[in-house]
């Protein structure tokens, strides 16, 4: 038999209207702790679950979080995911997750979609510089936040990395092992990520006094492991001195440079240095284990959904704030001295 409320009420020896406020985190703190604390004891013990259809229709709300996420194969999301759910779930909030698999017209598809299961706010992990997606919901009014990405002009709240700091700390970790031929794999150009790191690294050449014609750059065509692997095959066939290392605009990339540099019997770092971004599981497990930056992505998104919530809960629009979470750097194996 499926408990009620008014099954937990009577064993909690309250009123139901009393049960239904120590059930809900937005009411909550109108009943006292050790009555709340007494209900959610036998709420768990009775396998009560609440009526959410009944709860949305009195509220006028779903409970329901849109996240979209570009691609649920990278490794850089997970953790993202679970920082978010770990702030929704006592909210009593949940996540309906869809994978964009970073095309712009899927996007907008699935955001209809969430928007039709009428969402109380939204996640993005999708944003495009110039997005669509963005652009709309900021025309209805609708609570979202970025994460990991920004866009051209900061119209909603985000939390990501500190990309031009990241980028400096890779120069000055490359310049101090000896290295003045660095060259670029930039990540592709539409993504804040990738444009960002792109004209961090010319301007960080550039005031540390190294010569622009000795660190050149080939932006990629998406964020994988074939596009690093392509885009070091173009390095390699360049004109020139082949660079002592290569910074790499994300850990997906590096891996397939680490694999075009053994295809080209190359050796890492004993010809080539090797450098990624974020920091993803495995990197620390791969042959070389790789030098990179510890993007916090569990903060990262725990962070997001707290803003989020505030947003939903009070109804106040918060201001478009950047929230820039350090990334430390991580040495391993793939970077060392100039031979």
């Given at each position: 038999?499926?408990a009620?409320?008014?099954?937990?009420?009577?064993?909690?020896?309250?009123?139901?209207?009393?049960?239904?406020?120590?059930?809900?985190?937005?009411?909550?703190?109108?009943?006292?702790?050790?009555?709340?604390?007494?209900?959610?004891?036998?709420?768990?013990?009775?396998?009560?679950?609440?009526?959410?259809?009944?709860?949305?229709?009195?509220?006028?709300?779903?409970?329901?979080?849109?996240f979209?996420?570009?691609?649920?194969?990278?490794?850089?999301?997970?953790p993202?995911?679970?920082?978010?759910?770990?702030?929704?779930?006592?909210?009593?909030?949940?996540?309906?997750?869809?994978?964009?698999?970073?095309?712009?017209?899927?996007?907008?598809?699935?955001?209809?979609?969430?928007?039709?299961?009428r969402?109380?706010?939204?996640?993005?992990?999708?944003?495009?510089?110039?997005?669509?997606?963005?652009?709309?919901i900021?025309?209805?009014?609708?609570?979202?936040?970025?994460?990991?990405r920004?866009?051209?002009?900061?119209?909603?709240?985000?939390?990501?990395?500190?990309?031009?700091?990241?980028?400096?700390?890779a120069?000055?970790?490359?310049?101090r092992?000896?290295?003045?031929?660095?060259?670029?794999?930039?990540g592709?150009?539409?993504?804040?990520?990738?444009?960002?790191?792109f004209?961090?690294?010319?301007?960080?050449?550039?005031?540390?006094?190294?010569?622009?014609?000795?660190?050149?750059?080939?932006?990629?065509?998406?964020?994988?492991?074939?596009?690093?692997?392509?885009?070091?095959?173009?390095?390699?066939?360049?004109?020139?001195?082949?660079?002592?290392?290569?910074?790499?605009a994300?850990?997906?990339?590096?891996?397939?440079?680490?694999?075009?540099?053994?295809?080209?019997?190359?050796?890492?770092?004993?010809?080539?240095?090797?450098?990624?971004?974020?920091?993803?599981?495995?990197?620390?497990?791969?042959?070389?284990?790789?030098?990179?930056?510890?993007?916090?992505?569990?903060?990262?998104?725990?962070?997001?959904?707290?803003?989020?919530?505030?947003?939903?809960?009070?109804g106040t629009?918060?201001?478009?704030?950047?929230?820039?979470?350090?990334?430390?750097?991580?040495?391993?194996?793939?970077?060392?001295?100039?031979?």
């Amino acid at each position: 038999m499926v408990a009620t409320l008014a099954d937990v009420a009577e064993a909690a020896g309250v009123h139901p209207g009393t049960a239904s406020k120590a059930l809900n985190p937005e009411s909550r703190h109108l009943v006292a702790a050790e009555t709340v604390k007494r209900v959610l004891e036998i709420a768990t013990k009775l396998n009560y679950q609440p009526n959410s259809l009944a709860r949305g229709l009195r509220t006028k709300r779903s409970y329901t979080i849109g996240f979209m996420v570009p691609d649920l194969n990278n490794p850089l999301f997970p953790p993202i995911v679970r920082g978010v759910e770990e702030v929704l779930g006592p909210a009593g909030l949940s996540a309906l997750i869809v994978n964009t698999d970073n095309d712009p017209k899927k996007g907008m598809q699935l955001f209809d979609a969430l928007v039709n299961r009428r969402c109380d706010g939204f996640i993005l992990a999708t944003a495009f510089r110039n997005d669509p997606v963005v652009k709309e919901i900021v025309k209805r009014k609708i609570p979202a936040v970025l994460v990991n990405r920004l866009t051209e002009a900061p119209t909603l709240p985000a939390v990501v990395g500190d990309e031009s700091r990241e980028v400096r700390d890779a120069i000055e970790h490359l310049v101090r092992l000896g290295h003045k031929r660095i060259a670029h794999i930039a990540g592709p150009q539409n993504l804040s990520t990738g444009y960002i790191r792109f004209h961090a690294f010319k301007n960080v050449i550039q005031s540390a006094g190294l010569k622009e014609s000795n660190c050149p750059t080939i932006v990629s065509t998406a964020y994988n492991e074939i596009a690093g692997t392509d885009a070091v095959k173009k390095l390699l066939a360049s004109p020139g001195a082949k660079p002592t290392a290569i910074l790499a605009a994300n850990d997906q990339l590096a891996i397939g440079v680490l694999d075009g540099l053994k295809e080209a019997k190359l050796s890492c770092p004993e010809d080539i240095s090797v450098m990624g971004f974020n920091d993803i599981p495995m990197m620390a497990r791969i042959h070389p284990s790789l030098t990179t930056f510890a993007l916090p992505k569990h903060e990262m998104g725990f962070k997001a959904a707290e803003i989020l919530r505030a947003w939903i809960e009070t109804g106040t629009t918060p201001e478009p704030t950047i929230v820039y979470l350090p990334c430390p750097l991580v040495v391993r194996e793939s970077t060392g001295p100039v031979a």
